[in-house]
């Protein structure tokens, strides 16, 4: 039996999706690999596109102009941007001059302890426990996969021993609310989402604001509030969803406690567009890299720490897969590593 609520400051109504444990099929345990073994794999064509060009690179020989020249090629051709290009290039040179290298073959690990170095201060510790809810507002583009990685990161904070609830912002992708309640089930975890009658128009700022309610009233520890995909060209959408936030903080003042951007891994530097686009409308303060599916373009990742060189949105989670386990924190090392053969 589904209970129905309104939210006292807007009329929408908001539909409560309780799980019971009976509800959840249990799934049969697969054989365990390791997160480093799928996020090679998901890095599959950039190992291909970076790796094996600067293994024959670096075969040997002397450090020159040439090999500079074309190590430059390789990095903007690996979708790692010119700026971070630059960066690591002139990092290179520094290392080349400090440490006395004079064999290419030295470069290869010179270059990985460059691009960690880059990418590190993407790597940072999130801290859920400085509020109850800790909210997260989740947003993107189109079918960069919003949803779906909602799902996960409730499975990924129940295995933390945290309470999660989800709130269903996306109104108006059809499938949208039924597949974040299929999610809702798969973890056992209740979901606040719009009426299912569609004539009527539910406001996707009214479901949140009920939902944070309602893990308020709970005690709940975590809530992630799914919203509608947008273009960064749309303008009167962009404006909807700084309508949103504004409402989450009506509800809790200092929410959203963070807002985390969803991006397709395979769009390479068009991300950086949609970075900035967010980050400008809502303080972005987090991302969420997916698909890194074997013909992910991986090296947009030292972009993003380019274009952010003071004070760049952590990169909070990867996705190497579709399990439900395939969504781990961001290691910048991990990261380099899969990066190369």
């Known amino acids: ?21 009976d509800a959840v099929s249990e799934s049969k345990p697969e054989e365990a690999v390791s997160f480093a073994s799928k ?18 690179l670096f075969g040997g020989g002397k450090i020159d102009e040439e090999l500079y020249e074309e190590l430059e090629t390789i ?49 940072q510790s999130l ?28 499975k990924y904070f129940q295995t933390q021993g945290k309470s999660v609830l989800l709130a269903a912002g996306d109104t108006f992708r059809a499938a949208a609310r039924e597949q974040l309640i299929a999610w809702g089930e798969r973890n056992n975890v209740v979901v606040i ?12 700022a009214a479901v949140i604001f009920d939902a944070v309610n309602s893990a308020k009233a709970r005690g709940i520890d975590i809530v992630l509030a799914d919203t509608a995909g947008r273009l960064t060209t749309q303008l009167h959408l962009m404006e909807e969803i700084k309508k949103v936030k504004r409402v989450i903080a009506k509800a809790m003042p200092d929410a959203p406690h963070e807002v985390l951007l969803v991006l397709d891994a395979n769009t390479g530097q068009n ?16 991302l969420v890299l997916t698909k890194l599916d074997g013909t ?7 972009a993003i720490a380019a274009q952010y060189p003071q004070n760049p949105p952590a990169l909070r989670f990867v996705g190497v897969g579709e399990g ?10 991990e990261f380099v590593d899969a990066m190369f053969d």
């Open 1 to 21: 039996m589904f209970s129905f609520f309104k939210s006292k400051k807007d009329p929408a109504d908001s539909t409560e999706i309780p799980v019971t444990p």
């Open 39 to 56: 996020l090679k794999q998901g890095l599959a064509r950039t190992r291909q596109n970076l790796g094996k060009q600067l293994s024959s």
């Open 75 to 123: 990095l903007l051709t690996s979708d790692i941007g010119v700026s971070a290009t630059q960066n690591l290039l002139e990092d290179l040179r520094k290392q080349v001059k400090r440490d006395a290298l004079t064999d290419a073959a030295q470069l290869k690990q010179a270059l990985k302890v460059s691009l960690v170095t880059m990418l590190k201060p993407l790597e």
């Open 127 to 154: 801290d859920v426990n400085a509020s109850k809810p800790f909210v997260f507002m989740i947003t993107g583009v189109n079918g960069v996969g919003k949803t779906t990685s909602i799902g996960k990161l409730a």
């Open 193 to 204: 989402a719009p009426d299912s009658d569609p004539d009527k128009k539910s406001d996707p």
């Open 271 to 286: 991300a950086l567009m949609q970075v900035k686009a967010f980050d400008e409308a809502l303080n972005v303060t987090g």
């Open 296 to 302: 992910a373009k991986g090296g947009v990742v030292a």
């Open 324 to 333: 439900v386990d395939d969504l781990r924190p961001f290691d910048a090392q």
